[in-house]
């Protein structure tokens, strides 16, 4: 591309038709904030100069949710439509040379090559402006593009509130994104007015107002409707976060990973997953979470901003929060590894174990039932049944440290802060409170007493009270 290219991406509105107390562009859909995904679409093209972002309504929520580099915010204090929300960019933008791309926040099903697309097209024509239009099966809510000449090219548009039947019956609807020359853009802006139903400074009404000025408005009409669906409502919204997450999906299929039943699985659109990984139906795969290649993930498995290296498996029904799983490890089923753990190469986490802040050693087993919270346990330790890490006393948090190659019998209670030497014991049952050396034995309960013959004297004394 020759000229510069400029882009404004329109985040103020207030969303009155979500029914919310936050802002709209802050609701999310696979994954991401609405407003994300359409930095994140702008930033991928790469030959844009410099991106704005109009904000507004819950304007320090919006910046604070746009953590992305290089984008510069402009306020448009009150929100008067789409028109008035580039107006107030005014003094930074029109010295600009080149294009100006408008943007708007509430669309993250646009694509990157499909902007490129428009960019390339708008480079190479005549006309002042392009935009993006789509032919929608149901355009109610959409501006509609009105056509006219030999070429086709954009009369006008003409918004839902104030179309007649005739124009409602068309089908291609304007998708709110648009090209313009920058200059032509500034040079003609301030002639939109407030003259509609809705008494807002509209954006669309500039492609009528270039027509009156002898200028060509061209319309790019793009082949996946679906990426132009704007987000207005809470059905938009379940509707635009299914087919994110269907995107998702087969984008992963198409790169080797295996998904049983894809519609029943959501995956969040920053996930990574490497090939040969099978996911089971309704697992939810979140965040940032990075999965390795061959890895297993069972049905109804939650994993939120975590990394599982190689040949992981997961049974069904585990959730994993922030946690690292090394290779060739297995969790679950019905595990919950809660916050910051780490599980080492080939380890073992199993049923009803829970894991806060715990590290577990290469080739460690936790199978059944424990809980380890701020602990450390060695590689090759065997942490048994109904094992717990007592680590809070009702005012701070104390840490647990199992040497390597360790046994814990079922059922100790460790009582933190505490260190259990390598290779040691604890019998079954036992109540540690204090360090206990390498390889030794540690029991903490009480001795077992047999009556003999107790039970046989018993019956018979019943039997002589009957
Ligand atoms: C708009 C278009 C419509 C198009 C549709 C595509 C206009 C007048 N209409 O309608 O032709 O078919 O998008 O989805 O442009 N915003 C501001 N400041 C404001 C008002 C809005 O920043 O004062 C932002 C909103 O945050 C939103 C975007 O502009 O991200 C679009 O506003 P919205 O009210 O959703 O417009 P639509 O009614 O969907
Ligand atoms: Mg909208």
């Not at 994104?177 to 509609?196: P, S």
């Not at 029904?317 to 090394?326: D, F, N």
């Amino acid at each position: 591309m020759s000229a510069p290219l400029n882009i404004v991406i329109l985040a103020a509105g207030m969303g009155t038709r979500m029914k919310s107390r936050k802002s709209k562009v802050l609701h999310r859909a696979g994954g991401r904030a609405l407003i994300e995904h359409v930095v994140t679409t702008a930033l991928d093209l790469t030959s844009a100069e410099r991106i704005f972002v109009v904000i507004g309504h819950h304007a320090d929520d919006v910046r604070k949710a746009v953590t992305h580099p290089g984008i510069n915010f402009i306020e448009q204090q009150e929100q008067k439509g789409t028109g008035h929300a580039v107006m107030v960019c005014r003094e930074w933008v029109e010295k600009l040379d080149g294009y100006l791309m408008i943007l708007y926040g509430d669309s993250p099903l646009l694509r990157s090559s499909t902007l490129r697309k428009l960019v390339d097209r708008q480079v190479a024509s005549e006309a002042a402006g392009t935009l993006m239009s789509a032919i929608m099966d149901d355009p109610t809510g959409y501006g509609r593009v009105i056509r006219k000449g030999a070429d086709l090219s954009v009369e006008e548009i003409v918004e839902q509130k104030a179309a007649n039947p005739q124009q409602l019956a068309l089908r291609e609807a304007n998708m709110g994104i648009y090209c313009y020359r920058n200059d032509l853009f500034w040079q003609h802006i301030a002639e939109v007015g407030t003259n509609n139903p809705a008494g807002e400074y509209y954006l669309t009404d500039l492609v009528a107002i270039l027509n009156r000025a002898r200028y060509k408005v061209e319309a790019m009409q793009i082949e996946d409707p679906n990426e132009a669906l704007g987000i207005n409502d809470r059905l938009d919204l379940a509707n635009v976060d299914r087919i994110l997450r269907r995107r998702k999906t087969t984008e992963l299929m198409r790169e080797g990973v295996t998904i049983e039943n894809p519609d029943t699985v959501s995956i969040d659109s920053d996930v990574r997953i490497g090939i040969d990984t099978v996911l089971e139906p309704f697992a939810r795969i979140l965040g940032q979470t990075v999965i390795g290649e061959n890895c297993h993930i069972g049905a109804g498995a939650i994993i939120v901003d975590s990394q599982l290296a190689n040949g992981v498996e997961i049974g069904p029904y585990t959730l994993i929060r922030t946690s690292r799983v090394e290779n060739g490890a297995h969790v679950g089923p019905f595990a919950r590894l809660r916050m910051e753990n780490h599980v080492g190469e080939g380890a073992h986490v199993g049923n009803f174990v829970e894991m806060k802040k715990a590290k577990l050693g290469a080739g460690a087993k936790a199978n059944h039932l424990a809980y380890l919270g701020d602990a450390t346990v060695g590689a090759k330790s065997n942490i048994g049944a109904g094992t717990i890490t007592c680590n809070y006393d009702g005012f701070g948090k104390y840490p647990t440290v199992i040497g390597e190659g360790a046994f814990i019998g079922s059922n100790s209670t460790i009582v933190a802060p505490i260190e259990i030497g390598a290779g040691a014991f604890t019998g079954a049952g036992s109540v540690i409170t204090e360090a206990v050396p390498p390889d030794a034995l540690a029991l903490g309960r009480a001795l077992q007493v047999i009556k003999p013959e107790w039970a046989k004297k018993r019956r018979a004394r019943a039997k002589t009270k009957a």
